[in-house]
DNA sequence: GATCCGTGGCA
DNA sequence: TTGCCAAGGAT
């Protein structure tokens, strides 16, 4: 039975950020610049693309799907594999995965929950993303605990405690905001505001205290330790693993895709056919013995192709050959080299780029 | 609580 | 070049 946690310190005022809000908030293409009620499958959609992904990334890629799926109708109707290849390059697969499910969960409901705690029974949507889209599009009064409400609470309470050990405490305090009657009577911009200080003022590095509207009010800016906090455990380093992959096309310029198993790193993704990836680095013989179909004179494309996930490192070699015609063994297909890139996760662009620079 | 899960930009 | 970081969620 957690009990509840007291707030040590008093929170700045609501009203003087919103005052701050009103002048300096952010053009977004995914914010609604004309007051009116925002469209909760648009800041649905915008909250899961944010997950863990920078805003600038965001924005063309968010055009982009919605037109597509105009709606969340168009979206609960679409094959998956036509979610996942739009969100090909946006990286963290599960949420294409969990994003289509959801559509279709909400559609069956006949529409979106109101509250924070019923949408945080939706795939893909957990404390953050439930609290942020009942504020901005319900006007619930709860604040969204991100990575920039911890860290702008974090200075504010000059907390030491790293993350993510701090994480609890941070959203509890944020959670006091709404006892603040301006905040309280705004909680989509309330929480807007938070999200605009964080990303412009209350930056990671260098924290642009006089430009704050809170100012004065802040103990880490008193301290003189704005920039140390929050605090961070420490990560693992990421280790290095090898993979070899194939590049085989035919005559028609088409290359021989696979379909990656639904669950895990890059569940449900197109692939070039290759080997597990492993510590090892591949040699030519034991390589080859993965090779996707017998027969062709596979030739080694010079050079490596190397790119990093969030936790281990990547670096790839590649063979390359060419069949007049193929039939697809079982779970592979032929896509025109054209367009097999747009619906490649990066990884699998880098041996691309790296097939074309050696052509 | 700890681990897994992508990618691009920037100091 | 390397490490850090971004409107986190699932297991």
Known sequence: MPLPIPLPVPLPSGAELLAWYDRHRRTLPFRRSDGGRPDPYRVWLSEVMLQQTTVAAVGPRFERFLARFPDIAALAAAPEAAVMEEWAGLGYYARARNLHACAKAVTAMGGFPRTAGALRDLPGIGAYTAAAVAAIAFDEPVVPADGNVERVVARLLAEETPLPAAKPRLAAAAGGFMADAAARARPGDFAQA??????????????????????????????????????????????????????????????????????????????????????????????????????????????????????????????????????????????????AGAALPTVMRRLLELAAVRA
Not at 238 to 254: I, K, Q, S, V, Y
Not at 308 to 320: D, I, K, Q, S
């Open 194 to 339: 938070l999200f605009d200080l964080g990303a412009t003022i209350c930056t990671p590095r260098t924290p642009a205290c006089a430009l704050c509207p809170w100012r004065g009010e802040c103990l880490a800016q008193r301290r003189g330790i704005q920039a140390e906090l929050p605090r961070k455990s420490p990560k693992r380093a990421r280790p290095l693993r090898h993979g070899a992959h194939f590049l085989l096309t035919d005559a028609e310029g088409r290359v021989l895709l696979r379909r990656r198993p639904p669950r895990g790193l890059l569940g449900g993704m197109l692939e070039l056919p290759g080997t597990e990836w492993r510590a090892a680095p591949w040699g030519e013989a034991e390589a080859l013995a993965h090779a996707p179909v017998p027969g062709p004179a596979w030739r080694r494309v010079p050079g490596v192709a190397r790119h990093g996930f969030t936790h281990f490192e990547l670096e790839m070699v590649l063979y390359a050959a060419a069949l007049p015609r193929l039939e697809p063994p079982e779970g592979m297909e032929m896509r025109p080299l054209a367009e």
